[in-house]
Nanobody, 124 residues
Framework: QVLLVESGGGLVRPGDSLRLSCAASGRTLRNYAVGWFRQAVGKEREFVAA???????HYADSVKGRFTISRDNAKNTADLQMNSLKPEDTAVYYC??????????????????WGQGTQVTVSS
């Protein structure tokens, strides 16, 4: 059984930073791509970042230069460092694992397993 558990969300002010973590059990993360998605109220789930098993990293244009995805194979975790947060970053953030091809990386349906999500709220 695969279990992904996100943590690290919270309420912060614009310009602040947060670090989200995704802990996996039942699967070895290094064998999969790890992705972060987010879903704001009333909107569809959207791609944020991915760390492919090949070692390449991919980011949505809206977070490029502000967010950094990483993984710790020894701990079987994946993190999302979020800097310079903006109100429009407010959403529930989900981690996911899978083996999507490059062209399908941003498609939520291409990912196998999901965590339960963690709320990030950016507000002054």
């Amino acid at each position: 059984q695969v279990l992904l558990v996100e943590s690290g969300g919270g309420l912060v002010r614009p310009g602040d930073s947060l670090r989200l973590s995704c802990a996996a059990s039942g699967r070895t993360l290094r064998n999969y791509a790890v992705g972060w998605f987010r879903q704001a109220v009333g909107k569809e789930r959207e791609f944020v970042a991915a760390f492919r098993s090949t070692g390449t990293k991919h980011y949505a244009d809206s977070v490029k230069g502000r967010f950094t995805i990483s993984r710790d194979n020894a701990k079987n975790t994946a993190d999302l460092q979020m800097n310079s947060l903006k109100p429009e970053d407010t959403a529930v953030y989900y981690c996911a694992i899978g083996q999507p091809i490059l062209s399908e990386l941003r498609n939520p349906q291409s990912w196998y397993h999901w965590g339960q999500g963690t709320q990030v709220t950016v507000s002054s």
